[in-house]
């Protein structure tokens, strides 16, 4: 059985009984950095063997995994925050199972984008999951505009590097319209930023943006 296992986001309390249980039963975790996870383990005391499953290893990693899922191993799938599988090459593990007729099944939990659309109250009964804009101004422009033709309320990642960036494209696009920019969810300095792009980006250019952001419109 590959498990896809959901972690905490930030708090490493979000976390489910069955998660737990899940983790120590399995035979092997599969992560995206067996350093990270092993903070996560060692607070549950879970003594499983990990291997590391990145962008970078994940066709040669991915084929030895599906070998011990065909030997009878259950796998539980981790990303560093998260669900798997949004974002991260769990996509492509689990990919390979279901073609491979190997069970999967999942182990739901923590996802960034739901706990900030929800903690955003926008409308949430029917959106647009982006994941990241394109790196460049004119890219991110254009597919802002091409989203902003939709009804759907748009949600979608940017890193502490570009936020600014991508919230001035965000005035340009859609002017006064009133967004909202979460960060650091669950954790210390847990913030949902409401208003205009531009008030937004004035909150931000005070203080030097860590961390990533979820940014809904």
Excluded: W
Aim: aromatic share 8%; hydrophobic share 40%.
């Amino acid at each position: 059985m590959l498990y896809i296992v959901a972690t905490p986001i930030g708090n490493l309390k979000d976390i489910t009984l069955r998660a737990i249980e899940v983790l120590k039963s399995a035979d092997l975790i599969a992560c995206e950095d067996t350093r990270h996870t092993k903070i996560l383990l060692n607070h549950y005391q879970v003594k499983t063997p990990t291997t590391s499953y990145f962008e970078h290893n994940k066709i040669t990693k991915g084929e030895y995994l599906l070998k011990l899922l065909k030997e009878g191993k259950n796998i539980a799938l981790v990303s560093d925050a998260g669900t798997p599988g949004i974002l991260d090459p769990g996509y492509n593990i689990i990919n390979l199972a279901i073609k491979n007729n190997i069970p999967v099944t999942i182990i739901p939990g923590a996802s960034a984008f739901l706990a900030a659309l929800a903690a955003s109250g926008k409308p949430a009964h029917k959106f647009i999951f982006e994941g990241f804009l394109p790196n460049r101004a004119v890219a991110r422009r254009n597919r802002l505009k091409k989203l902003g033709q939709s009804d759907y309320t748009l949600v979608f990642y940017e890193s502490c590097h570009r936020i600014l960036a991508t919230l001035e494209d965000i005035g340009l696009v859609f002017g006064e319209k009133n967004i909202a920019v979460a960060r650091e969810l669950t954790k210390k300095f847990e913030e949902v930023l409401q208003g205009s792009p531009q008030y937004i980006l004035g909150q931000l250019k005070a203080q030097k943006p860590r961390g990533e952001f979820v940014v809904i419109i």
